[in-house]
């Protein structure tokens, strides 16, 4: 168990939908990390954010918008879905690498399999 | 900006026998070094780490790699392959920017 918690694990809906997913991450991290994860384009990063501020934008689409809040915990928000956004979709933490001994490893959730019909 | 390079997507090997994995990393500011492995149906899970301690790094599972700056490199091995080594793995570091970036991963199949 990594410490992080995903929801929900599974999820369908149609294409032109809007879907929300969740993260919490590990105790004590305040880095949050979204991965999109397809057969064909593999483990692409989509955005990082640190303690509520956006950190790190990767291959997120502008349909897709991010936010982590006070809590800590972050959603994903995936809007206008096409068949293309089926994947699975995870969230990692960590602690800040060189901060604290932390080494900027990442603790991944199990994800969560979008599948856009 | 660091860049790391997995070659081949795909290894298969037969049980008991060698496995090795490469991974070579570009950045010239001494990184921490990962290798992830991910099952079928599950998160990335980390195996092992390097971080300018020992070069020869022990990880779970039998799993070693050994960091080598001069090749700038980070292979992957275990001398004997169990069938439930079978998955992906990834090999990943941080530059200066603490900004981990991943290679394209490579699925390690075993054959019987």
């Known amino acids: 168990d990594s410490g992080v918690t995903q929801t929900p694990k599974h999820l369908i809906t149609a294409t032109g939908q809007r879907v929300t997913l969740r993260c919490s991450p590990r105790?004590?991290?305040?880095?949050v990390y979204w991965y999109q994860q397809s057969l064909d384009q593999g483990l692409q990063f989509l955005i990082q954010y640190y303690n509520g501020e956006e950190r790190a934008k990767g291959n997120i689409l502008e349909r897709f918008s991010a936010q982590q809040f006070p809590d800590l915990h972050s959603e994903l928000n995936l809007s206008s879905l096409e068949l293309g956004d089926s994947a699975l979709y995870f969230c990692?933490?960590?602690?800040?690498?060189?901060?604290?001994?932390?080494?900027?490893?990442?603790?991944f959730g199990e994800g969560s399999r979008l599948t856009v019909l | 900006a660091q860049s790391v390079t997995q070659l081949g997507s795909h290894v298969s090997v037969s049980e008991g026998a060698l496995v090795l994995l490469r991974c070579n990393y570009s950045s010239s500011v001494p990184p921490y070094l990962f290798w992830y492995v991910q099952y079928p149906n599950q998160g990335l899970q980390l195996l092992l780490k390097y971080t300018s301690a020992a070069t020869l790094v022990k990880g779970i599972n039998g799993f070693e790699a050994e960091f080598k700056k001069s090749e700038t490199s980070f292979h992957l091995t275990k001398p004997s392959a169990h069938m439930s080594d079978a998955a992906e793995y990834f090999c990943?570091?941080?530059?200066?920017?603490?900004?981990?970036?991943f290679g394209k991963g490579i699925t390690l199949s075993v054959r019987p």
């Open positions: 990943a570091a941080t530059g200066a920017n603490s900004k981990l970036t």
């Open positions: 105790s004590g991290d305040l880095s």
């Open positions: 990692a933490s960590s602690g800040l690498a060189g901060v604290g001994g932390n080494t900027g490893e990442l603790f």
